[in-house]
């Protein structure tokens, strides 16, 4: 059989060997598309005869190795990715992928779905998440540089978990090199709206800069005894003396008392090595990466709550907020390999731990204090670690035509946020502070998330010519995720009032161990909502699949599968005091067949076209069935789960036109449709006592369409007369997406929410008809310009990234007098990134030197309604940082 790679005048030439593969005639090949031949086929004699030939097979040589293996509509970033764009971890880096865009920085929303409709892995495996409000891990847990590369698959293959709505995301760690390395690194960096400028803090303890306190912030002795006797802390269950005993064990003006401080500069290190060994058994590899980051940001900003006063919107509370964080991360990954000629074992191990501390102050009028100015003082600690083990293989038999992969994992997240405090003040006559010691909060609040999930794939390929083939595959996993969550809210009660004395006291002089007695100040505990002070959660996923991926006929490659999943999902709320629970357990248990389809044209060189259809679900996440109050420190917005939520089911239909016309060069365009029944949306209630709360219900239905195109091109000018023009090579990448979407709500559709006691509601008191999709962008685009220069050893980028308006959330009311819904408006981003290498005194030295946010952007959350309500807006700053790295 004779091969003939087309050029791109085969065209037609290839859509008529699909009709009749058995018979062509191959157009004579240019000089420039030589036909690759053997040995043997050299000295043979050659022909001008027409030469008849069993097919003809278009090859794409500039088709990238991923695209060419995967036949789904997918992005992969690589490391030149990576590296190009400078960014500091995976969320930041994901936002230059078409149709995606980032929230807080950390959750990823795949074509305008919130990240409920993403999943993350990590080398094929699933993560838990320590965020009290997601089941999906945020992202920006990942530094960049323990990554070798990022897969966003965004139309479903069987062999994918069914949770599936706009993507699936699988970050894939480096792996052993080819050649031992070491390299260390350090940075610095500055923020316009926080480095040398004066910020909140308050003392903590001696080694908070290492993301670490030393016990300071352990739970006192005597709160921990009562906190294991499951009995609510006041005086029915404690003695005087043992509430002042529990009351003078917490620790006082550390981590109370707020301070003024002059920011510092943003500094980090990173180091990394690895080496590969042979040896009789195969090729041993061992690799580890090690990074830690300190940095500062100081947001000044402005946090309000609209009502109706006739037909417009005016704001009733507006806070002024500002509030200033140290992040510190500490992050390891070790990785070992043993390959040989047909298998390999990897061993991947990662830790990091993100520590966050914060000094925040409001201060304004209050609708709950009845117009009255008061300030609200906090101080938080947060501590989100994740921990995952992996143990993975790969076997080739029978010549690679067998092939038979597993894994095995555990992955553990956690959230501690000890001593979260919050103290309030009110303002008197003369215009002062002074305590309003019914505002004060001290909580305590643990969370922990574990999956155990495992794995196995089978597949066996199958000669249908000798360029065509089918690969059969098959494959099982499981995975149980856990979660195990626990708050508890104190407060100092005034048992008998407070004098002018104490009210005007500093915080630490008025909860000093002196005022804390059985006459003054007298420690108690508050419930949670409904007894619901802390809830258990599983979910328990059992899986096979069944997929074909074959070339029946020629250039046009089909896979087709199916996905049975057998999931039970849970969630028990505990009455922390012995008592009944205050909601019944929820329990969904669905099994779902999950068929899905692809097929890939490849009709004319380096071209081919993709269309996908399939069906996949959407679950609940955690904390959106819990119903226990949650305040956001990000939003400072609280949060409660509704038991009553079921599943949201999803159609997806994709096409995709792919043109890779030189080597990393291309562009591609896209069109999706999707119908979600039952999704998941958040909406504003209003509770009893006035405050917002932010729930969720399950809308009737909802449908997203949308067009994406990416296109990306180099240019060089060797015969320019500037060498610092001829001397590159030119980049411009661009992509951009338009999306719509609508949920639809009918005379009669109701919804079960939180406050209906699993009673129905009518929809439309909740959700307006035609509305956006909660977390939707119409507009999604970035552009990166840029160079290389291979003499020089330097690399340049401009990248702008926009995100237009998108709904977080529902506004609260009813049909025909609904306030409007929440918006956030992301902006524009610039940033700029420049990479130097160079020697010195015989050292190779990389430099690179990154701007963000050149615009100075905001963050902008808002209501319109007659006056635009700031629900939260901030100023974020521009950010600039240098690093210098040793490769040794």
């Known amino acids: 059989m004779k091969t003939v790679t087309l050029t791109l005048s085969g065209v037609l030439l290839a859509t008529s060997a699909l009709i009749a593969p058995g ?35 278009v090859l794409g ?37 078409t149709g995606l865009s980032i929230v807080e920085g950390r959750f990823v929303y795949v074509r305008g779905l919130g990240e409920r409709y993403s999943s993350a892995l990590l080398n094929g495996s699933p993560l838990p998440s320590p965020e009290p409000l997601q089941r999906v891990v945020p992202l920006d847990l990942f530094p960049a540089n323990i990554l070798e590369g990022v897969t966003v698959q965004k139309s479903y293959s069987a062999n994918f978990p069914g949770e599936f709505g706009g993507g699936v995301i699988d970050l894939q760690t480096v792996s052993a090199p080819s050649e031992p390395f070491f390299n260390f690194g350090a940075s610095i960096g500055a923020n316009s709206e926080s480095t040398g400028k004066e910020g909140l803090i308050y003392y903590g ?66 180091t990394s090595g690895g080496l590969s060994s042979d040896s009789d058994i195969g090729t041993i590899g061992v690799l580890f990466v090690a990074g830690y980051d300190n940095s500062w940001r100081q947001r000044n900003g402005f946090q309000e709550q609209g009502q109706f006063q006739g037909d417009v919107l005016v704001p009733v509370t507006s806070y002024a907020t500002t509030s200033n964080q140290n992040d510190i991360r500490l992050n390891l990954l070790t990785a070992l390999s043993w390959a040989n000629e047909n298998n390999e074992v990897k061993w991947t191990n990662f830790y990091v731990r993100n520590t966050t501390k914060e000094a925040r102050s409001e201060a304004g009028p209050d609708f709950d204090a009845g117009g009255s100015t008061i300030r609200n003082d906090y101080t938080e ?26 894994r095995a994992a555990y992955a553990k997240t956690s959230r501690d946020a000890p001593y979260e405090t919050r103290f309030q003040y009110g303002v008197n006559a003369a215009g002062d502070f002074i305590h309003n010691i019914q505002g004060n909060l001290i909580s305590f609040s643990e969370l922990d998330d574990d999956i155990v999930s495992g794995g196995a794939d089978v597949s066996y390929t199958l000669p249908l010519s000798d360029l065509r083939e089918a690969k059969f595959s098959a494959g ?24 002018d004395e104490q009210r005007e006291s500093r915080v630490d002089f008025l909860t000093s161990d002196f005022n804390i007695n059985p006459t003054t100040l007298q420690i108690r505990e508050i419930p949670g909502f409904s007894g619901a002070s802390a809830y258990d959660a599983k979910l328990a996923v059992n899986a096979a699949y069944a997929m074909v991926d074959a070339e029946i006929i020629p250039l046009v490659r089909t896979t087709v599968g199916v996905r049975y999943e057998d999931g039970e999902q849970e969630v028990v709320s505990r009455d922390l005091f012995g008592g009944a629970a205050p909601y019944p357990a929820t329990r969904i248990e669905e099994q779902y067949w999950l068929p899905s389809f692809t097929a890939t044209w490849n009709f004319a060189e380096d071209q081919q076209l993709r269309l996908g259809a399939s069906k996949t679900i959407g679950r609940p996440q955690f904390r959106e069935l819990a119903p226990q109050s949650y305040t956001d420190p990000e939003s400072n917005r609280t949060f409660i789960g509704n038991p009553f939520l079921v599943d949201t089911e999803i159609v997806n239909l994709d096409a995709r036109y792919e043109w890779f016309f030189a080597r990393q060069q291309y562009v591609t365009a896209g069109v999706f449709y999707k119908n979600l029944d039952k999704p998941v949306e958040s909406v504003i209630v209003a509770a009893s006592t006035g405050d917002r709360q932010q729930s969720y219900v399950n809308a009737p239905e909802a449908r997203v369409m949308g067009a994406e195109v990416e296109v990306k091109k180099y240019w060089e000018f060797p015969d320019a007369g500037m060498p610092f023009i001829a001397n590159k090579r030119w980049l411009v990448q661009a992509n951009y997406t338009w999306s719509d979407s609508e949920v639809s709500v009918k005379s009669g559709d109701v919804v079960f929410d939180l406050s209906g006691a699993g009673q129905p509601s009518p929809a439309d008191f909740f959700i ?56 956030q408006n992301p902006g524009v981003f610039l940033d700029f990134v420049y990479r130097q290498d160079f020697d010195l005194w015989g050292q190779e030295l990389g430099l690179a030197l990154e701007a963000r946010n050149l615009l100075g952007t905001d963050f902008d959350e808002y209501q319109e309604l007659g006056n635009k309500i700031r629900i939260n807006a901030y100023d974020l700053g521009t950010s600039v940082s240098a690093s210098l790295t040793a490769k040794f």
């Open 205 to 270: 303890s001696d080694t908070d800069w290492t993301g670490f306190d030393n016990d300071t912030r352990k739970i006192p002795g005597p709160l921990a005894a009562a906190f294991d006797g499951n009995k609510q802390i006041n005086t029915a269950n404690f003695s005087a003396t043992e509430l002042q005993r529990i009351g003078q064990s917490l620790v006082n003006a550390p981590l109370r008392l707020l301070q003024r401080h002059e920011n510092p500069v943003d500094f980090g290190f990173e």
């Open 768 to 823: 307006e008809d035609g509305s956006r999709l909660q977390g939707q962008s119409e507009h999604v685009a970035n552009l990166q310009l840029g160079w290389e220069d291979d003499t020089d050893r330097s690399q340049a980028t401009f990248i702008v990234n926009y995100v237009s308006e998108r709904i977080t959330a529902r506004g609260a009311g009813q049909a025909g007098n609904r306030e409007p819904d929440y918006i």
């Open 381 to 406: 600690w947060f501590v989100r670690q994740l921990f995952t083990t992996q143990l993975a293989g790969e076997h080739d038999f029978m010549n690679g035509a067998l092939e038979v992969d597993w």
């Open 61 to 97: 040589r500039y088709i990238p190795q991923p695209n060419r293996e995967s036949s789904e509509v997918a992005a992969f970033l690589t490391e030149e990715d990576l590296e190009r764009t400078g960014d500091s971890n995976a969320g930041a880096a994901l936002a230059r992928v």
């Open 476 to 499: 099982v996993a499981s995975f149980e995720n856990t979660r195990d969550a626990v708050r508890r809210d104190l407060q100092f009660a005034a048992v008998n009032g407070l004098t």
């Open 23 to 57: 018979l062509a005639f191959a157009q004579t090949p240019t000089p420039q598309d030589p036909v690759q031949q053997t040995p043997a086929e050299q000295a043979a004699p050659q022909s001008d005869e027409p030469t008849e030939v069993d097919e003809i097979v």
